[in-house]
């Protein structure tokens, strides 16, 4: 500026108005304001906010090579994910703060990312990210851990020290068509009526799941893409599919509508689209006829099996249909008043049908979440038994077969729900419980490879799984990796600030939260978690064994056996079997009352 202002404020806007506002617009971002030199943009979506981030960087490259170093524009850029408050179109909060002080740290030509943009994007980019440490910023009462984005550089060079923390999904076989079905719209006006939609969308990537010859994002990715303003293309790039199919439901009374679009991702064609007008008993011949349309547009071989087990309709029901997917949609929000409420939208579909193995499976399921996170007294046997009539009904019905694992690794019969766990993963590898279950299975056997494997799958599965990255805390340092859980164990933090954000009546995101951040050193924040534990569920008496673990990790040994003594007087059968092999109980495992309720619970 100071050789010649007229000339770098020239090239500054020329670089503007032909690469950064384009490059933003088409990431979907939104320039906030300018600030002299620089500018702050806000993203819906960080993996779209890094993607432009590089974009610009890369375009700069090349506008420069032919300039000279002492003329030349260089950007820094900062990317950071958190919370904002907007007022007057403008962005306030600690995120901005934060974003604006990794990009003070960001190099010349380079992008600085926090760890929570790391671990989020993953390596849905193909990018390598380099470990700068945590970074004491100005004005910033905590250091960041930041890592710069190796522009250039390509993931297969990266060391396990800074692999992507968040694998997103497979990617497909190259031999393989691969296809994403977004969450169909509710055309219904009734918001009441998006388990229906959700449902049927669920219901097409089921079927098409069962096509061997055919690469299906599992349900639980595609879903974040609700309510984005994103183009297929785009999902295709971000998912690494060929194909995405979107649509939408309208239910009016006794009569459905159903409009089917097969775009191609490569470059937003349109490959197929169909209107279906009919009556709501029709439902399953409408799917069939969206699943065979689709094999048939990406020409892939259907099997005769899985051409029965497509068309074989799980009920001839359309009411237990109905109650089975308000069931699941509660199921999928896993709070234990949804699941409750789940449960008996199961078992009104079971009364309407007796022989809806599905429906079975869903009670079956409920029951051990609400046994193995919400501390019920709901007994194996009584979980077995369900199982049982799932299975009976359809013995190769994965979700019954995870249910049934946990069912027998509570009645300790291990080698049967070793056996459960790998038959619902053969059936469905993308199946959240099974790996979820199996995990925990794995670690509680010492079998700490396999735990780290499927803790990392389930959180693929799930975005919104704060638990498995709150185990994976106490899996991988056993593993030689301690800077990984570490890492984790940020992830669960923020995923556990959300849950407790949307669902504030459930306490189990704040009781893990806490003593992951007691692990981690953070005394203040772990008991001001623990306090919003205890003051959702005061009388939780898994609240109050976790608490123990809060402050044995604290080190405030007499609270932590106060709680225990009082936990074990009202706890029964495994659950007073819990706290012999916990490592968060290591810090008070030779104090001598310990040792004393030890041999009480031997």
Not at 494 to 503: G, I, N, S, T, Y
């Amino acid at each position: 500026m100071g050789r010649d202002e007229a000339g770098t404020l020239a090239a500054l806007k020329t670089h503007r108005t032909e690469l950064l506002d384009a490059a933003i617009a088409e990431h979907h971002g939104r320039i906030v304001k300018l600030t002299g030199d620089g500018m702050l943009v806000e993203f819906s979506s960080v993996v779209n906010a890094v993607a432009c981030a590089v974009k610009i960087q890369n375009g700069m490259q090349v506008r420069n090579a032919d300039v000279p170093s002492d003329r030349r524009i260089e950007f820094r850029v900062g990317v950071h994910l958190g919370d904002i408050i907007v007022e007057d179109d403008d962005i306030f909060g600690d995120g901005v703060n934060v974003a604006a002080r990794i990009e003070s740290v960001a190099t010349p030509g380079g992008i600085a990312v926090s760890a929570a943009v790391r671990d989020n994007v993953g390596n849905r980019l193909d990018l390598a990210f380099e470990d700068t440490g945590e970074q004491a910023l100005k004005n910033i009462e905590r250091p960041v851990r930041v890592f710069n984005v190796a522009l250039g550089v390509p993931p297969a060079g990266i060391s396990s020290a800074v692999t992507p923390t968040v694998p997103p999904p497979a990617s497909a076989a190259p031999d393989r068509p691969s296809i994403a079905v977004l969450p169909f719209n509710n055309m219904s006006g009734d918001p009441e009526q998006e388990y229906f939609s959700d449902g049927i969308t669920e219901d097409i990537i089921t079927d098409l799941s069962k096509i061997s010859g055919l690469h299906v994002i599992a349900r639980n990715t595609a879903f974040t893409y609700r309510g984005t303003s994103v183009t297929m293309t785009q999902v295709a790039q971000d998912l690494g599919v060929r194909f995405v199919l979107e649509g939408s439901v309208r239910k009016a009374g006794e009569r459905v509508r159903i409009t089917g679009q097969l775009i191609d991702g490569k470059d937003g064609s349109l490959v197929w689209a169909d209107r279906y007008d009919r009556d709501l008993t029709d439902i399953f011949a409408i799917q069939d006829d969206i699943t065979h349309t689709i094999v048939s547009q990406l020409k892939v071989r259907i099997l005769p099996e899985e051409k029965a087990a497509i068309e074989r309709a799980p009920t001839e029901n359309i009411e237990a249909y109905t109650y089975y997917l308000r069931g699941r949609q509660y199921l999928h929000l896993r709070t234990r008043a949804f699941l409750t409420l789940g449960r008996r939208m199961f078992a009104r579909a079971v009364e309407l049908d007796p022989h809806y193995a599905r429906a079975y499976a869903g009670m079956a399921t409920c029951d051990s979440l609400l046994a193995s996170w919400h501390q019920m007294e709901i007994s194996a046997d009584d979980i077995l038994a369900i199982t049982g009539r799932a299975l009976a009904i359809d013995p190769d019905l994965a979700e019954a077969h995870a249910a049934r694992g946990l069912a027998l690794s509570f009645a300790n019969r291990r080698d049967e729900a070793a056996a459960a766990f790998a038959r619902a993963l053969s059936l469905d590898p993308d199946g959240y419980e099974a790996n979820y279950y199996f995990a925990r299975f794995s670690f509680a056997n010492g079998e700490l490879e396999a735990a780290a494997r499927h803790f990392i799958r389930a959180i693929e599965i799930e975005p919104d799984d704060y638990r498995s990255p709150l185990h994976l805390q106490n899996v991988l340092p056993s593993l030689g990796r301690p800077e990984e859980g570490e890492r984790y164990a940020r992830l669960g933090l923020e995923r556990a600030e959300k849950a407790l954000m949307e669902h504030p009546e459930g306490s189990g995101p704040a009781q893990l939260g806490a003593a992951a951040l007691a692990r981690l050193g953070e005394r203040d924040r772990a008991k001001e978690w623990l306090a919003r534990a205890m003051a959702i569920d005061p009388d939780d008496i898994h609240a109050q064994y976790n608490a123990a673990c809060v402050y044995a990790l604290l080190g405030e040994t007499d609270r932590a056996i106060d709680i225990l003594e009082s936990y074990l007087a009202h706890a029964s059968g495994e659950r007073k079997r819990w706290f012999i092999h916990d490592s968060d109980l290591d810090p008070i495992r030779d104090h001598p009352r310990y040792q004393k309720l030890l041999e009480i619970t031997r």
